[in-house]
């Protein structure tokens, strides 16, 4: 190994949506100050992992794109231990989630803005940074323009990440929006964009459905902002990193877990996720003095939240089996030479089925009355109650799903069923459809503590999911919805058995199934919370300085504030091109305009 140290203007640590745009940013800034950007996984470059089709199956079949996290024992889900895939390797998450873009509620982004004192979080603004990240296709079959119909200047057309619907839709999908009229659930007819908003170019409460990240018949990640990466950035693969340097509470640089050394000239921003980076953090140094004592790691800042505050939207589901060509899945699914067609089609030219089967995905968000009038609504702090009545926050999602998961979860050698059919067995006749509703503005919180001082081990994460009150009445009464969706005479008609939840309930029998079946979206976010300048408690600034270390940053989901209502890639990417924008701004290192 070479004795030499390498020094690079800036390090940053994770090449997930929010290192890798970050990464990007700064590199083909106009002074080209040199960017290292170290990611602990592979290079991920098998284009068999990016077939729209398997968007839903390659988290789970690719064991080196994952770094295989469950949780610690949920005590009060019957000591289940929950599914906590994250990526790994460039790209990050966006290598191997379902590759849904929804951005949230706008209110949610005036609320984070209060939080943390920064209009740059404001909706106004957000919603023109999110431009610069995209090029959005618009493009919907022309039968489906009554329940989608995206206006092209609500969105960027110049942006890194392309974005698309699958063309043709699947049979079924314009079920769902008809089924959400039919139950009084209601649709979004407006721009496509997933975002409750009082601004009518965007999409109000009801059932939508986002654009999908691929195009062309490829799945678009964050690895797409290295393409093509200019000189002065360089990406190191297969490099886990074991701690950040400090000298006198100064970030210098970082130290892999191979022994070698990178200087940072200017900062280290850790990019590594809401799991890694507090464990990173506590490795370094960094964290609350109790937990570090336990590993005998030197404290030499202490911060007791970091690893605390984790939030993350937890769900439960129900399918419903249908009569036989109802959709087309199963019979796909089941013909082998059907199957090898598709795959040599995609092969030869990135054309076909794939780039349909399974690739769209209709969500719904939803306000409640049963919620709004619970005495656990009544228990909340008079400020949360005042956020959850605003006109744009739902309080639950409600997705379709048109693809069973077989096999989700391996605890141990043991294999437990699919979530969303329970015990049934599908068989090669049926048709089906899955329907999932997840907890939005959640309560609970957890942590993310370590196992030891060896970088290698896996943290101990506790997500405590659905532990808080609030929590278990939201997804009480959004699997009520969820039933009452699945029941609607579109689907009834056609509809064989409900299977995977009951069909009714008490709160406590739908508690004990949701209890037992319950899932992560895999939204962990804010174990390094941002915070206004000052505030004792936040481990950034809005500037997304860690508090009390100079030159080092963290800019990834672990610092945010707040879950928004909407599933995360979206504010992953947010956050990097934020922290670009600022750092550009700070460091004077473009001439164009400034946030």
């Not at 009554?146 to 942006?159: L, S």
Request: net charge negative; aromatic share 6%.
């Amino acid at each position: 190994m070479s004795s030499t140290i390498e020094e690079y203007d800036f390090i940053i640590v994770g090449a997930g949506a929010s290192g890798a745009t970050l990464a990007s940013s700064l590199a083909r800034s106009a002074h080209r100050p040199s960017v290292l950007i170290l990611e602990a996984g592979g290079g991920n470059k098998d284009g068999q992992n990016i077939v729209p089709a398997d968007r839903f199956t390659v988290a789970f079949s690719q064991p080196s794109l994952n770094w295989g996290y469950k949780t610690a024992p949920q005590k009060h889900l019957k000591g289940q231990q929950i599914d906590y895939s994250r990526g790994k390797g460039l790209g990050g998450s966006t290598a191997i989630n379902f590759s849904c873009w929804i951005v949230g509620a706008d209110e949610d982004y005036d609320e984070w803005a209060r939080k943390v004192g920064d209009t740059d979080w404001e909706w106004k603004s957000v919603k023109e940074r999110m431009k610069r990240i995209e090029t959005y296709h618009i493009e919907v079959p022309e039968e489906h323009r009554k329940f989608i119909n995206a206006k092209q200047e609500d969105h960027g057309t110049n942006g890194p990440l392309h974005l698309s619907y699958a063309d043709p839709w699947e049979k079924g999908i314009a079920e769902v929006f008809i089924a959400a009229g039919e139950t009084g659930l209601g649709t979004s007819v407006n721009n496509g964009n997933p975002i409750g908003s009082t601004d009518p170019s965007v999409l109000t409460i009801g059932m939508g459905m986002g654009a999908s990240c691929m195009y062309k018949g490829t799945r678009t990640t964050a690895s797409d902002f290295l393409e093509n990466a200019p000189s002065n950035l360089t990406i190191k693969t297969d490099t886990p990193i074991a701690k950040v340097l400090l000298s006198s509470r100064i970030a210098t640089g970082v130290k892999t877990i191979d022994g070698h050394t990178y200087r940072a000239k200017k900062e280290v921003i850790l990019s590594a996720g809401a799991l890694n980076t507090p464990q990173i953090l506590m490795l370094s140094g960094i964290g609350p003095a109790d937990e570090l004592a336990k590993h005998n790691i030197p404290l030499l800042h202490e911060m007791n939240d970091v690893g605390k505050n984790m939030q993350d939207h937890a769900f439960c589901g129900a399918s419903i089996i249908t009569k036989p060509g109802t959709e087309g899945r199963m019979a796909y699914e089941t013909d082998p030479e059907a199957v090898k067609a598709a795959r040599a089609q995609h092969g030869k030219d990135k054309t076909g089925l794939l780039n349909s089967v399974y690739c769209s995905t209709p969500m719904g968000y939803f306000k409640n009355d049963a919620v709004v009038k619970s005495k656990e609504f009544a228990a909340l702090d008079k400020q949360t109650q005042e956020h959850l009545k605003k006109p744009t926050i739902p309080h639950f999602e409600i997705a379709t799903i048109l693809k069973i998961v077989q096999d989700v979860i391996l605890i141990g050698e043991k294999h437990l069923p699919p979530l969303y059919i329970g015990s049934y067995e599908l068989q090669p006749t049926d048709s089906y459809l899955c329907a999932l509703n997840f907890i939005m503005n959640p309560q609970s919180t957890g942590t993310v503590t370590l196992n030891s001082a060896n970088p290698s081990d896996a943290p101990i994460i506790d997500p405590r999911l659905a532990s808080h009150p609030y929590d278990r009445r939201v997804l009480i009464e959004g699997y009520r919805e969820l039933v009452r969706l699945l029941k609607a005479p579109v689907f009834e008609k056609d509809t064989v058995r409900m299977v995977g939840g009951p069909e009714a309930g008490t709160d406590e029998e739908i508690w004990e199934y949701c209890s037992t079946t319950i899932g992560s979206s895999w939204h962990m976010c804010s174990t390094v919370r941002m915070g206004k300048r000052g505030d004792e408690k936040a481990c950034v600034d809005p500037d997304f300085k860690l508090n009390g270390v100079k030159n080092l940053r963290v800019v990834d989901l672990s610092v945010i504030p707040l879950l928004p209502n909407n599933h995360t890639q979206s504010t992953a990417y947010l956050v990097g091109q934020t922290a670009a924008e600022k750092l550009i701004a700070e460091y004077g290192l473009d001439n164009r305009s400034k946030l």
